[in-house]
């Protein structure tokens, strides 16, 4: 069963999004996320805003990457930064059902 978080940004400066999204995926992924993927909406609702993508294994894996993260200096500067260039417009969980 895969855990797959969503965070949802709004930003007109995509060197930016695409720069942080590079050092998040770092972050995540040393700490034991399977990936970090950054997408951009091309249509609907939320077209022009910007998706970001982390997958877990397990809940397990998704509790012990958050308590990593949020002890992690790189993470905090980044996190101190994003405001300046983007708006957060919402955050999401989906679990993976197995069939």
Do not use: C
């Amino acid at each position: 069963m895969a855990i797959v978080q969503f965070a949802r940004f709004k930003s007109d400066k995509p060197e930016e999004m695409v720069k942080a999204a590079k050092q998040g995926k770092a972050i995540f992924e040393k700490h034991g996320a399977e990936f970090l993927r950054l997408s951009r909406f091309h249509t609907g609702a939320w077209a022009g805003e910007w998706l970001i993508s982390t997958r877990y294994s397990s809940w397990d894996v998704y509790g012990k990457v958050q308590e990593a993260v949020a002890k992690d200096p790189a993470f905090a500067k980044l996190m101190a930064h994003t405001p300046t260039f983007a708006e957060l417009k919402g955050r999401n969980i989906a679990v993976g059902v197995d069939l």
